[in-house]
C-alpha cells in the first residue's frame, strides 16, 4: 500500500492561519458580552455538543471503572455536567481578567497565607493543581497577590494561537514554559531559584508509575515528589 503524502508546510500553514483566524474572531465576539452570558453560553454549547462527541466514550468508560455501583443515568449526568463545566472554561478564557478582579468579588481566596509563607521566606515551592472548575483562575488570582508563578504549560498544536492563549493567561503575570526537555531545564532553574512552580498533575503519563486511584492502577507522573524531595521545597495542592 502506498505511503499517505504528509502535508505540506503551506497547507499547514494555511490551515493554522484559517483556525487561529476563527479563534481571534470567538476570542473578541466572546470578550463582548457580559461574564455570566459568556460562561452560560459555553455551558450550553457543552451540555449540547459534548455528550455527542466520539471520545465521551471513554469518560464513561472511565466512571463505570470507577463507580460500578451507579446506573447509567448517573454517568450520564456527570458526564453532561463535565461538558457543561468545560465548555464555561473555554468561554471564560476571554473574561480571565474581570473574573480575577478582586474589585467584583467573584474569587474566594483561602489559606493564602500558605503561599505568602513561601514568598516571605524566599522559598521555592510546588503549586499543585488539577483540571478542576477553571484551572486557569489560581494562577490570575496569584498575579493580584504578587505572587510570580512560572507555570508549566502543554504547548498549543497550532502555534498560531499562543499569542492569544499568552494574552489570556497574561493577566497572571508571572512565567510559562512549554513541556519538554527544555522546560524541564527551566523549571529546575526557577526551583534553585527558589521561586514558585505551578503544574496541573493530573492527566495520564505513559511513563509514569502506575499508582491506585478508585482500585484501578493509574500512570502517574512522580516529578512533582521527586522534585519536591529534591529540593526539600513543600508541594502546596491548590
Not at 499517505?4 to 487561529?20: C, D, G, H, T
Not at 470578550?31 to 464513561?60: E, F, H, M, Y
Not at 488539577?130 to 502555534?159: C, F, K, Q, Y
Request: aromatic share 6%; charged share 20%; with cysteine.
Amino acid at each position: 500500500m502506498a505511503r499517505k503524502a504528509p502535508v505540506s508546510s503551506p497547507l499547514r500553514f494555511l490551515r493554522n492561519l484559517a483556525e487561529a483566524g476563527l479563534l481571534y474572531t470567538a476570542y473578541f465576539l466572546v470578550r463582548c458580552l457580559q461574564v455570566d452570558k459568556a460562561s452560560n453560553l459555553g455551558g450550553w454549547i457543552g451540555r449540547k455538543v459534548g455528550p455527542g462527541l466520539g471520545l465521551t466514550r471513554r469518560a464513561r468508560r472511565n466512571l463505570q471503572l470507577a463507580f460500578p455501583q451507579w446506573d447509567d443515568a448517573q454517568v450520564e449526568a456527570t458526564v453532561v455536567g463535565m461538558w457543561d463545566n468545560l465548555g464555561r472554561v473555554v468561554l471564560e478564557y476571554p473574561h480571565l481578567d474581570r473574573i480575577c478582579d478582586p474589585a467584583t468579588g467573584r474569587v474566594e481566596l483561602r489559606g493564602f497565607e500558605h503561599i505568602e509563607a513561601l514568598r516571605n521566606n524566599s522559598k521555592a515551592g510546588i503549586l499543585l493543581g488539577g483540571h478542576l472548575a477553571n484551572w486557569e483562575i489560581p494562577s490570575a488570582v496569584a498575579g493580584h497577590h504578587d505572587i510570580e508563578l512560572t507555570g508549566v504549560m502543554r504547548a498549543p498544536n497550532n502555534p498560531l494561537t499562543g499569542t492569544l492563549l499568552e494574552r489570556a493567561r497574561g493577566i497572571s503575570g508571572g512565567r510559562r514554559i512549554a513541556k519538554g526537555a527544555e522546560g524541564a531545564k527551566e523549571a529546575l532553574r526557577t526551583l534553585r531559584q527558589g521561586r514558585a512552580l505551578a503544574m496541573l498533575v493530573d492527566q495520564k503519563l505513559n511513563d509514569g508509575i502506575a499508582v491506585e486511584f478508585f482500585g484501578h492502577d493509574a500512570m502517574t507522573a512522580p516529578a512533582p515528589a521527586q522534585l519536591s524531595l529534591r529540593f526539600k521545597c513543600p508541594p502546596v495542592p491548590i
